[in-house]
C-alpha cells in the first residue's frame, strides 16, 4: 500500500474559497496539498511522496534519477507547474460535463414543457369537438322528435329498434366486451369525427406547434356566416326538408352603361347566369362588355329585382338647393353694374366715388378687365361696385357682369350720346331684367348736351324720368364731382324699393366675376358671395375646378377670415384657373367636390368632342372640302385673366370670311411657357401675349426655334394686327382691264410659223404681252396670248388704233376673216378683311 492509503483530511472548510490551498496531515507528515476549486476539491501529491504520479517522477533527493544539471529548486518548480496543468485539465473536463448536462437538462425541461402545452391543447380542441358533437346530436333527436310527433310512427321490428336506440343513445350493444373494445371504439368515434375536426380546425385561432410542423393547414379561413350556413344546411338535409332558398329582391342602381359583370355584381346573382340571360335575348356578350340601360333593365327585371335608374349627373346633387325660410333673411349690400360706351368714364366715375385712381394702372387709360369693389359711402351705406370694359371685345364680359348685379348704372357721356355699346348694355340690362339709373356725363364739358341723351334713350325704350318716364337720370361730372351725391342717394333708393335679402347661415355660393394665374399665388378667383358666408378652410367647386379656401383677400389688399353676401373676394387655393361667370358652391367634402369637378370636366370634353365631330359621311365630306378651301391662321393667346382671354377668343372668331378665317389654337392664362412655344413651332403660329410675358426658357426657346411672340396691352392692336395677318392669307383679287380691240382681215401661211393673222387695230391698242380672246360671232372660242406681233416686218410690242399687224396665237390656228380679237391685261388687287 502506498502513503496515501489510510489518510485522514483535516482543515476548515466552512470559510474556504475557490482555489485556496490548504495542506493535509498524515501521520504527522505532510504528504499532499488540497486544492479546493469551484467545482471539486483537487489532491495534489507533494514532490517526493510515494503515490500517484509523484512516484513514477524523479525524486528531488534522487541525483542519480535526476536529469543532469537541474537543481532541487528547478525540479521542484517543474514539478509543480505540471501538476497545476494537469488539475487545470481535469477541472475543465469536468466543467464541460456539468455544462453539457446542464443543456440537456434544459432541452428536456422544454420538450416536456411544448409536449404538456400540446396536450392541453388537444385536450381542450378534444373537449370542444366532444361538447359541438353533443349539442349536434341533441339537436338531431330534437328534430326527429318532433318528427315523430308529427307522423304516427309504423310499427318496426324490435331488434331494430333496438339497435336504433343504441346508435342515437351511443352505447354499446350489451354482451361480453373484450379486452380492446375501448381503444376500437375511440378509434371509430375519432374517423368519424375527422371532417368535423378539419373544420373546427380551420376555425380554431390558435396556431398549435404540431400543426405549424405538419404544415398544409393553412389557408383561407372560413367565416362564422359560413359555418352557421352550412350548418344549417347539413341540419335541414338531416330532417330532410327541402326548403327553397328565400330570393332576396334587390334595387339594383344602373346608370346610363353597364359592363355585365358589375351588373351582376349589383344583383348578386353569378356572372354566368347574366352572361346566359343576355344569349337567350340574343347578344353575344362577354362579362366584360358594356350594355346600355335599357337592355340592363329587362335582365334586371328577369332575375326578379327592381331597377332604379341613375345618371352621371346624379353626383351634383350634392349640392344644396334649399329655399331660405323668411326669418333667416337678412338685409344685404347691393351689387351694382358701371356699364357703357368705351370711354364714357365708368372708370373714372367710380374713382370719384372711391376716392381712388384705378384708371391709372389700365393700359391707355382702358379697363381691360372687370374690377369688383366695395364702397361705404358717408351715410353708411355699403355698395358693391362691378366695372366692366366697354369695347366691343368684351361682350361676354359685360353679359356677365348684367347677370350677378342688382342694379345698372348706364353711363352715358353727354358729349357722344348714345353709342354701339351703350345700345348693348341698354340690351343686357333689360335681358337680366334689372333695373337701371342712367347716370349723364362729362356734364361739365362745354360741348355737353344732356337733353340730347335724353332724346336719343328714347329710340331704345328707355324713359328717363324728366322724360315722364320710371328710369331715373342723374347728371353727374367725374372730373368736379357733380351729382355724385344725387347718384349715390339714388342708387340707396333703388336698392331699398328692392329690398335685397340674403341668408348668411348657410353654405355660400356665388359667382366667379374673373380668374388669372398669379405667379407665387397660383390659380386666383375674384368671386362675388351671392349667398351663405364664404369661410376660410370652406371646400368648394366651382364649374370644373374645385379646391379649399386658403385666403380671402377683399378689394383692399387685406386677408380676411370670411365674406359674406354682396361681397366681392379674391379667393386662393384653386387646382385650377375656373371660366369667368363660373358658379362656386361649398360642399362638405374633399371627394365630393373632386367628384364633381370630374364630372363637369368630363362633360365639356364629350361636349366639344361632339360639337367637332361630324355624324354622317356627307358631313364629313362637306368639312373636308371646306376646311381645304379655307385658310387658316393659327395662333396660340395667353392673357392675364381669364375674361380677357375668352373675350380675346371670341374677337378672333369674328375676324375672317369664307375664304380666311383665324384659329385658335390654344388659349389660357398665365405666362407664356416653353410648352406653348412647342405648340406654335409644330403649327407653325405666332404665339399673342395680352399683358403677360414670356420666362427666359421661353424666350430662347423661340429665338431657336424661330416662334414669333407677339404682346399686347390694349384690344384695340391686337385686333387690326391679326386682322391685317389675315387679310394677307386672302387670294389677290384679279381684275381685267379691256385695251384694245382687232379685226382680222386675212389670214396667211407663213413656214415655220402657221397662220398669221393680218389685223387692223380698230379700238385701243395692241400689246405684245396682254392677253387675246379669239370671238367669233360675239362668241369666245379661245383665250391665250400672243405669238408674235409685227408691223410689216419688224416685232414690235404695241400697235395703236388704226393700224395694221400682224398677229399669230400661240397654240392655235383656227383663225378666219371676219373674226375680232379682243385684247385685255390682267392686274391683282391686294384684299383686306372689313
Given at each position: ?226 359555418m352557421r350556413r352550412k350548418q344549417e344546411r347539413a341540419r335541414q338535409k338531416a330532417m330532410g326538408e327541402n326548403v327553397e332558398r328565400e330570393k332576396i329582391i334587390r334595387d339594383v342602381q344602373v346608370p346610363e352603361a353597364i359592363v355585365v359583370s358589375e351588373l351582376a355584381n349589383r344583383m348578386a346573382e353569378r356572372v354566368a347566369d347574366v352572361v346566359k340571360a343576355l344569349m337567350k335575348m340574343g347578344m353575344m356578350v362577354t362579362q366584360n362588355q358594356t350594355i346600355d340601360a335599357d337592355t340592363a333593365e329587362l335582365i334586371i327585371e328577369e332575375f326578379g329585382h327592381k331597377i332604379v335608374r341613375v345618371s352621371d349627373a346624379d353626383v351634383e346633387d350634392v349640392i344644396d338647393q334649399v329655399e331660405d325660410k323668411e326669418e333667416d333673411l337678412v338685409a344685404r349690400p347691393p351689387v351694382i353694374t358701371i356699364m357703357g360706351h368705351v370711354d364714357h368714364g365708368k372708370t373714372s366715375l367710380l374713382d370719384a366715388i ?481
Amino acid at each position: 500500500m502506498s502513503d496515501n492509503d489510510g489518510k485522514k483530511t483535516l482543515g476548515v472548510r466552512g470559510g474556504s474559497r475557490p482555489g485556496q490551498v490548504k495542506q493535509s496531515f498524515s501521520h504527522g507528515r505532510t504528504k499532499n496539498v488540497v486544492v479546493e476549486t469551484k467545482r471539486k476539491r483537487v489532491v495534489v501529491p507533494k514532490p517526493g511522496a510515494a503515490s500517484g504520479a509523484g512516484a513514477a517522477t524523479p525524486a528531488a533527493g534522487d541525483p542519480k534519477k535526476r536529469p543532469a544539471g537541474i537543481s532541487d529548486a528547478e525540479l521542484e518548480r517543474r514539478m509543480k507547474a505540471l501538476q497545476a496543468a494537469k488539475a487545470r485539465e481535469t477541472e475543465e473536463a469536468e466543467a464541460r460535463v456539468a455544462e453539457e448536462k446542464a443543456r440537456e437538462e434544459e432541452r428536456q425541461r422544454r420538450r416536456e414543457e411544448a409536449e404538456a402545452k400540446e396536450r392541453e391543447e388537444r385536450e381542450r380542441e378534444e373537449a370542444l369537438k366532444a361538447k359541438a358533437e353533443e349539442e349536434e346530436r341533441k339537436k338531431r333527436e330534437a328534430a326527429e322528435a318532433k318528427k315523430r310527433a308529427k307522423e304516427p310512427a309504423p310499427a318496426a321490428d324490435p331488434a331494430a329498434a333496438q339497435a336504433a336506440e343504441q346508435r342515437g343513445t351511443g352505447k354499446a350493444p350489451s354482451g361480453p366486451r373484450k379486452k380492446d373494445d375501448r381503444g376500437a371504439a375511440d378509434d371509430r368515434q375519432n374517423r368519424n369525427t375527422k371532417g368535423a375536426g378539419r373544420d373546427d380546425g380551420r376555425r380554431s385561432g390558435k396556431l398549435t406547434l404540431n400543426q405549424a410542423l405538419r404544415g398544409g393547414d393553412g389557408g383561407r379561413q372560413r367565416s362564422v356566416a359560413s359555418m352557421r350556413r352550412k350548418q344549417e344546411r347539413a341540419r335541414q338535409k338531416a330532417m330532410g326538408e327541402n326548403v327553397e332558398r328565400e330570393k332576396i329582391i334587390r334595387d339594383v342602381q344602373v346608370p346610363e352603361a353597364i359592363v355585365v359583370s358589375e351588373l351582376a355584381n349589383r344583383m348578386a346573382e353569378r356572372v354566368a347566369d347574366v352572361v346566359k340571360a343576355l344569349m337567350k335575348m340574343g347578344m353575344m356578350v362577354t362579362q366584360n362588355q358594356t350594355i346600355d340601360a335599357d337592355t340592363a333593365e329587362l335582365i334586371i327585371e328577369e332575375f326578379g329585382h327592381k331597377i332604379v335608374r341613375v345618371s352621371d349627373a346624379d353626383v351634383e346633387d350634392v349640392i344644396d338647393q334649399v329655399e331660405d325660410k323668411e326669418e333667416d333673411l337678412v338685409a344685404r349690400p347691393p351689387v351694382i353694374t358701371i356699364m357703357g360706351h368705351v370711354d364714357h368714364g365708368k372708370t373714372s366715375l367710380l374713382d370719384a366715388i372711391r376716392n381712388a385712381k384705378v384708371t391709372a394702372g389700365e393700359a391707355g387709360g382702358i379697363t381691360q378687365h372687370i374690377g369688383a369693389y366695395q364702397v361705404k359711402t358717408d351715410s353708411g351705406a355699403v355698395l358693391s361696385f362691378l366695372d366692366t370694359p366697354g369695347h366691343a371685345a368684351f361682350t361676354s364680359m359685360r353679359a356677365r357682369g348684367a347677370q350677378v348685379t342688382d342694379i345698372v348704372v348706364l353711363v352715358v357721356a353727354a358729349d357722344d350720346a348714345v353709342m354701339p355699346q351703350t345700345i348693348e348694355a341698354i340690351n343686357h340690362a333689360k335681358a337680366a331684367n334689372v333695373p337701371m339709373i342712367v347716370a349723364i356725363n362729362k356734364v361739365d364739358k362745354p360741348a355737353a348736351n344732356p337733353d340730347q341723351v335724353r332724346a336719343e334713350l328714347l329710340q331704345h325704350e328707355v324713359i328717363v324720368e324728366k322724360m315722364s318716364g320710371e328710369v331715373q337720370d342723374v347728371e353727374v361730372s367725374a372730373i368736379t364731382g357733380q351729382g355724385l351725391d344725387e347718384l349715390l342717394e339714388a342708387i340707396a333708393l333703388q336698392a331699398e324699393i328692392l329690398e335685397l335679402k340674403a341668408n348668411p347661415n348657410r353654405a355660400a355660393s356665388g359667382a366667379v366675376i374673373e380668374a388669372q394665374l398669379d405667379v407665387g399665388r397660383g390659380p386666383v378667383a375674384t368671386v362675388l358671395v351671392q349667398n351663405g358666408t364664404l369661410k376660410q378652410g370652406d371646400i368648394f367647386v366651382v364649374g370644373e375646378q374645385y379646391g379649399k379656401v386658403r385666403a380671402l383677400v377683399n378689394d383692399q389688399g387685406d386677408r380676411v377670415t370670411e365674406a359674406g353676401p354682396s361681397v366681392p373676394v379674391e379667393v386662393l387655393g384653386l387646382n385650377g384657373t375656373p371660366e369667368a361667370g363660373d358658379v362656386l358652391n361649398v360642399v362638405e367634402t374633399e371627394a365630393q367636390a373632386r367628384e364633381i369637378a370630374e364630372y363637369r370636366q368630363q362633360a365639356a370634353k364629350d361636349k366639344r368632342a361632339a360639337a367637332g365631330a361630324a355624324t354622317t359621311l356627307e358631313q364629313m365630306m362637306a368639312k373636308a372640302k371646306a376646311d381645304e378651301d379655307v385658310a387658316e391662321l393659327p395662333i396660340l393667346v395667353k392673357a392675364d385673366v381669364q375674361g380677357s382671354a375668352e373675350a380675346i377668343v371670341q374677337a378672333m372668331e369674328k375676324i375672317g370670311n369664307e375664304e380666311v378665317r383665324v384659329r385658335v389654337l390654344h388659349y389660357g392664362v398665365g405666362a407664356i411657357t416653353e410648352s406653348d412655344i412647342g405648340l406654335a413651332e409644330a403649327s407653325n403660329a405666332p404665339v399673342i401675349g395680352f399683358n403677360v410675358r414670356a420666362n427666359a426658357s421661353a424666350r430662347n426657346s423661340a429665338n431657336q426655334k424661330g416662334v414669333e411672340i407677339r404682346y399686347y396691352s390694349i384690344i384695340y392692336d391686337l385686333v387690326d394686327d391679326v386682322k391685317a395677318a389675315a387679310s394677307g392669307l386672302l387670294s389677290a383679287e384679279v381684275r381685267e382691264n379691256f385695251i384694245g380691240y382687232a379685226e382680222i382681215r386675212e389670214v396667211f401661211k407663213v413656214s415655220g410659223v402657221g397662220k398669221v393673222a393680218g389685223c387692223l387695230v380698230t379700238e385701243g391698242v395692241a400689246r405684245r404681252s396682254a392677253g387675246v380672246r379669239l370671238l367669233r360671232d360675239n362668241v369666245v372660242i379661245h383665250e391665250g396670248t400672243l405669238k408674235t406681233l409685227k408691223r410689216f416686218k419688224d416685232e414690235v410690242k404695241e400697235v395703236q388704233s388704226g393700224q395694221e399687224c400682224g398677229m399669230a396665237f400661240e397654240n392655235y390656228d383656227d383663225i378666219r376673216p371676219g373674226d375680232v380679237i379682243e385684247i385685255f391685261e390682267r392686274e391683282e388687287v391686294e384684299r383686306t378683311l372689313d
